[in-house]
């Protein structure tokens, strides 16, 4: 059996995808729930890249990839300022003990 690089591109990007989502799964801290929502985003990324070489519109999917790229980095900085915030204010990232508060 021929395993085609296409099948190994889709079966990384399902690891990245599971990979992300596991962690959200387990993590409590804000910022690590930040770097996999990032790891989710650049496998979908890297699924669009894939999908466009093999329809045959490369630039087309690369220039979507760019374009998800620079608004998932704003995205992720003003999650992080945000997390710098909660921090500086309640003293924890703990999303547990975040939830429990109420004001």
Not at 8 to 24: A, H, K, N, Q, R
């Amino acid at each position: 059996m021929i395993i085609s690089p296409l099948t190994i591109s889709l079966l990384v990007v399902c690891g990245l995808t599971g990979l992300g989502f596991y962690g959200l799964l387990v993590t409590r801290n804000m910022i690590k729930l930040i770097m996999m929502l990032q790891i989710i985003v650049k496998a979908a990324v890297l699924g669009i890249v894939i999908a466009g070489q093999g329809n045959g519109q490369l630039n087309l999917s690369q220039n979507v990839a760019i374009t998800i790229i620079v608004v998932d980095t704003i995205v992720a900085v003003v999650a992080l300022a945000f997390a710098i915030q909660i921090r500086r204010q309640m003293g924890t990232l703990d999303i547990r003990e975040l939830a429990s508060l109420r004001g």
